[in-house]
């Protein structure tokens, strides 16, 4: 009698959630983080808006971001991942069709307002919460996976944004993102991202059974205003936004500190330089990441790497390699500053916090960095460029710093 055969395992569904969360990534930093530059730049030269009120627009969709953040664990409880996260791609389609079509100027107040509120819903506390059900031994390998998507939203979103405007308009260009984005993201939402282990009958890490469960019951998670109080948490939040206020900083204003030497053009290329460095550096530091209180010490070597860089701009003059160097190690930083935070936080806090935390953690970094662009440019304008790049290099060697320092 022949022998029944068995069905083959079904493949592990966590590894379709990293795929599904790369895609949401690139939309939504080629939207919320690459594409609000674009916006200003374009409204600039097409309308002859000032700067000065399109750049309090980008903080405004930065600040109503970080006014939200914090409470997306509570709406991913209430609602579902999948229903929130379509309701954080329709308010960044609705806003983008704010941005592409406002009449007047004050007009982007409401736009920036929706763009926010996308920014919030899709972007690094909520790919963290997608992948949480489905890693944990891997997750560092995971999310560095899925935010690479942030650095492809770089590379691809910017000269895509470029094509579109050149060709159709502003207006136009917003329409056909806002369509791509609703098109991917609303089915990826429902049946990708929102899914569950227990419905495949899989565990974390795609093991084959659940590790067993702790002999003591895990203390219930605090609510925000207790991590608030938490020296461990005070700390390493201190860090990563003094460093994320650095990194904003210097990027948004790299264009132009490069642009005597390098050109235009050459300028463009090496802030590319910076998106592929920042890819690789957080593929490589995925993979490799060391368990436990060692991740601090990976966060302070990102920090150094990126006060080497800073190092080498500031240093540079008119020597292009020199600047080249210093972008490819200021890039290195790019990336595993995104990453790194939830991945330290998952080896110090319990698991039932992870969640809360890191929302709450990007929340302070973003209400900090969305002031970073208007502080370097008063740098520049009071000091020098060179000032404005020491400015970057002290709060990064301050960061990398603070992030050793683990309060007992």
């Not at 029944?4 to 966590?14: A, C, D, V």
């Not at 594409?35 to 200003?40: K, M, S």
């Not at 409401?110 to 919460?129: E, F, H, K, Q």
């Amino acid at each position: 009698m022949p022998v029944p055969r068995r069905f083959p395992t079904p493949s592990f569904h966590g590894w379709k959630v990293v795929s599904a969360a790369f895609l949401l990534a690139i939309f939504a930093w080629g939207i919320g983080f690459y594409g609000v530059g674009i916006f200003i730049a374009t409204l600039a030269e097409s309308r002859s808006w000032p700067v000065g009120g399109l750049s309090a627009a980008v903080t405004f969709h930065f600040l109503v971001s970080a006014g939200l953040v914090a409470l997306l664990p509570d709406w991913h409880r209430r609602f579902g991942i999948a229903a929130v996260t379509r309701a954080g791609a329709l308010a960044s389609g609705l806003g983008l069709l704010g941005w592409g079509w406002a009449p007047y100027p004050w007009a982007l107040a409401p736009a920036a307002a929706l763009t926010g509120v996308g920014w919030a819903l899709c972007s690094g506390a909520a790919i963290n919460a997608m992948l949480i059900p489905w890693f944990d031994r891997r997750r560092p390998a995971a999310l560095a996976l899925a935010y690479n998507g942030a650095s492809v939203g770089g590379i691809a979103m910017t000269p895509f944004w470029a094509w579109l405007i050149a060709g159709w308009g502003f207006g136009t260009a917003t329409a056909v993102v806002a369509a791509l984005l609703l098109a991917v993201v609303w089915p990826l939402a429902g049946l990708v991202l929102g899914r569950r282990p227990a419905e495949f009958g899989q565990h974390p890490d795609g093991e084959e059974a659940a590790r067993p469960a702790p002999a003591v019951a895990p203390a219930p998670a605090r609510d925000r205003a207790a991590l608030l109080r938490d020296r461990r948490f005070i700390g390493l939040s201190a860090a990563f936004a003094i460093g994320l206020f650095a990194q904003m900083g210097l990027v948004t204003h790299l264009v132009s500190l490069l642009s005597p030497v390098l050109g235009v053009q050459g300028a463009g290329l090496a802030v590319s330089l910076v998106t592929v460095f920042a890819l690789a550096g957080r593929t490589v530091t995925g993979w490799v990441l060391p368990e436990g209180e060692k991740r601090r010490l990976a966060a302070a070597a990102t920090f150094a790497t990126q006060v080497a860089g800073s190092l080498a701009l500031m240093l540079a003059g008119d020597q292009a390699w020199l600047l080249l160097l210093g972008c490819a190690l200021f890039g290195i930083g790019v990336g595993n500053l995104l990453s790194l935070p939830p991945l330290i936080v998952q080896a110090e806090f319990p698991a039932a916090e992870v969640g809360r935390v890191v929302a709450l953690m990007q929340a302070i970094n973003q209400a900090l960095y969305a002031l970073a662009p208007l502080a370097f440019g008063l740098m520049r304008d009071i000091g020098s460029t060179g000032a404005a790049i020491g400015l970057a290099l002290v709060l990064q060697a301050l960061a990398g710093a603070l992030v050793l320092r683990r309060p007992g």
